[in-house]
């Protein structure tokens, strides 16, 4: 287990927003940067506050900026953790090879020494940058003779040449003459640079991101037998700030789209609450197809998914390059904590086409695995399972309950030798019949759940020990939040609605968003070692049955099937001559009897024992069975509707 975290920690996302906050200051000529490096003639090391290109850079650098300080290990799903050497000292022959150093070094969580005998303009510059309101490491200015027991590091010349031949700025070294501190020549570049000094300056930190002398500011160990969420789990106990950083650096980001231009930058968690609500109809509003405004101005990178629609019209999910490797690196330990390992032979039916994500997003998962993977989509037949199965002995199936219990079932009717070592599900619950159903005609030994929103991706996962609907919560990709019908956060184990900050998607960002969702939060500690906030999903907040003053929820009535193994209820209410009706339509492997269903749901909901007590002309209840696959699913997303209501056409 990790050891407790060093106080305090600082995060590169920080230093970004620092860089981000320069780099806007150098558009106008009487900020005090730009006046800062026109007094002393230096406006072109400006060209270092690129903060799109350091971003890049650092996420190459620590293997991926959300992660930070952790960089998970995807074959053994331990981790290596990351942290500053401590102080490091730079000598300051040129300023554009200080700062590069000076911004490695913030990034790492350095302190550092600068020796210069440009003490004005370099307290000048860290004054400014630490004045911009985001916690920064310190920086102090020696003299350029002082001795210090902390390590040097050498920062070499990127000299670019222009079509002459002529180095393209004019910034002298200090010491006389053309060698760097090591005594070695200056890097030229192959190909003559036909930019400004400004324009090179921008690629130079994807070069250093490479380069050896930046491996020089960062400490790795290797935390064997530690998982990422064990990782984090530890790291929280001690208040190291992680969610804080991720929130400031999300806030920063959505403050470029024109939505959240005016969002107040908050500090931390604490604060989120002061944040407003997107509501469903505001998002709609704000992205593509209607308009542009939740997006920034960024290049145009990435994939864009949409969603399945199955309540309302569809909505299109923009993630950059950036968005989309983070939530792959996201879900790869997630998957491990599921229950797969290196070797599993993997069967994916998750649905795919008109952009819909599921498949898409899980092979580009699977593909960086130690996994074999057939992606099969929806188009998964009983034949394609059971060659895949004898043929490539592939034990591990992934899908939606709505595919995978239909053509698991037929499988097993077929091949009555059939085993599945593990079914890995999402997009809607599994009934606990289903689940028993697996474990005794499967043999299967893993059966979990991955909760997920078609906007933000991944929001819960289920390890081997959660049952139910229980999910251990991924709060460093969704931050999540229950509120009541005010949008008041309510009480830890209060059922309410859902609202999910993703700390990881920048481009649409995605602030106290209301993902339609109902459940609860509470503590717990879990068998498989993770102890913290899991919830309770409860269904969808449009799952909520009112008819005629009475209101239950479609969970509610789903559990009360369960002793008739249902797997699928969908319910209908229509009102035809001032008369409410319900219509459960229910699929099951069992033939079954609708009168006796019917008598059952009566005799557990006092509500329909009320309504029908007056008579047929109010209200009536009408069972419909259904064999298992015959109800219709979502074109796009595969999913049954399970709440039908007529009565709002």
């Known amino acids: 287990m990790t050891r407790p975290s060093p106080s305090p920690r600082y995060y590169p996302t920080d230093l970004l927003l620092a860089v981000q906050r320069a780099e806007r200051a150098l558009i106008d000529p009487d900020s005090a940067l730009t006046r800062l490096l026109r007094v002393h003639d230096l406006s072109s090391v400006g060209g270092l506050f690129a903060a799109a290109e350091l971003t890049e850079a650092l996420d190459l650098w620590f293997g991926g900026l959300s992660q930070y300080p952790w960089q998970p290990l995807i074959d053994s799903n331990d981790v290596d953790q990351l942290s500053p050497v401590g102080t490091i000292v730079l000598d300051d022959h040129r300023v554009a090879n200080t700062l590069r150093g000076l911004l490695f070094a913030w990034a790492a969580g350095n302190h550092v020494l600068i020796r210069s005998r440009r003490d004005t303009f370099w307290q000048g510059l860290t004054t400014i940058l630490r004045d911009y309101g985001f916690p920064l490491p310190e920086a102090s200015v020696l003299d350029e003779r002082a001795q210090s027991e902390h390590r040097t590091i050498h920062v070499p010349d990127l000299v670019p040449v222009s079509a002459s031949g002529a180095a393209i700025w004019n910034e002298p070294d200090l010491y006389g003459d053309d060698l760097d501190d090591a005594g070695n020549l200056p890097i030229r570049l192959g190909v003559p640079v036909r930019e400004d000094a400004a324009s090179f300056l921008r690629t130079v930190a994807s070069l250093d991101a490479r380069a050896s002398w930046t491996r020089a500011l960062i400490r790795r160990e290797y935390l064997a037998g530690t998982r990422l969420a064990d990782a984090r789990e530890a790291d929280d106990a001690h208040g190291s700030g992680r969610l804080d950083a991720k929130l400031r650096y999300l806030i920063g980001q959505a403050r470029r789209t024109p939505y959240y231009r005016d969002l107040p930058q908050i500090h931390g968690v604490a604060e989120l609450a002061q944040l407003p609500i997107l509501e469903k109809r505001q998002l709609d509003a704000n992205t593509l197809p209607l308009n542009r405004n939740l997006y920034s101005d960024a290049p145009p990178s990435g994939e864009v998914l949409r969603s399945g629609a199955t309540s309302g019209d569809p909505r299109y999910i923009v993630y950059s390059r950036g968005d989309w490797a983070n939530m792959v690196r996201e879900a790869i330990p997630l998957w491990s904590v599921l229950g797969l390992r290196k070797g599993d032979r993997v069967i994916n039916t998750l649905f795919a086409g008109s952009l819909y994500g599921g498949s898409i997003t899980s092979s580009c998962e699977f593909s960086q695995m130690a996994v074999e993977c057939y992606t ?136 106290r968003y209301r993902i339609g969702d109902i459940g609860r939060v509470f503590h717990r500690d879990c068998a498989c070692g993770l102890s913290g906030r899991v919830m309770e999903y409860l269904g969808r907040s449009d799952g909520i049955i009112k008819f005629l003053g009475s209101t239950v929820r479609h969970r509610e009535l789903h559990d009360a099937l369960e002793t008739f193994e249902v797997s699928q209820l969908q319910v209908e209410i229509d009102k035809r001559d001032g008369r409410e009706a319900l219509i459960a339509r229910i699929e099951s492997a069992r033939t079954l009897d609708p009168d006796q269903i019917r008598a059952h749901l009566i005799a557990q909901f006092h509500q329909l024992r009320t309504l029908l007590g007056f008579g047929d002309s109010v209200f009536g209840l009408v069972v419909e069975c259904h064999p298992e696959g015959a109800l219709r699913r979502d074109a796009v997303s595969g999913k049954v509707k399970t709440v039908i209501d007529r009565r709002l056409g």
């Open 376 to 511: 099969t989509t929806q188009a998964c037949t009983v034949d394609d399972l059971l060659m895949l199965h004898h043929r490539f002995r592939a034990n591990t199936v992934i899908g939606l309950p709505t595919l995978l219990m239909p053509l698991l079932r037929k499988a097993k009717a077929q091949d009555p030798a059939l085993r599945i070592e593990k079914v890995l599900y999402g997009g809607t619950p599994m009934a606990e019949s289903d689940k028993a159903w697996l474990r005794e005609h499967l043999d299967t030994d893993v059966v979990a759940s991955v909760l997920a929103a078609n906007d933000g991706a991944q929001l819960g996962f289920q390890c081997p020990h959660m049952g139910g609907t229980l999910h251990h919560i991924c709060d460093d990709y969704n931050l999540l939040e229950v509120v009541d019908d005010d949008g008041q956060p309510v009480p830890d184990g209060e059922v309410g609605h859902l609202l999910i900050t993703s700390l990881q998607k920048f481009e649409a960002p995605l602030v």
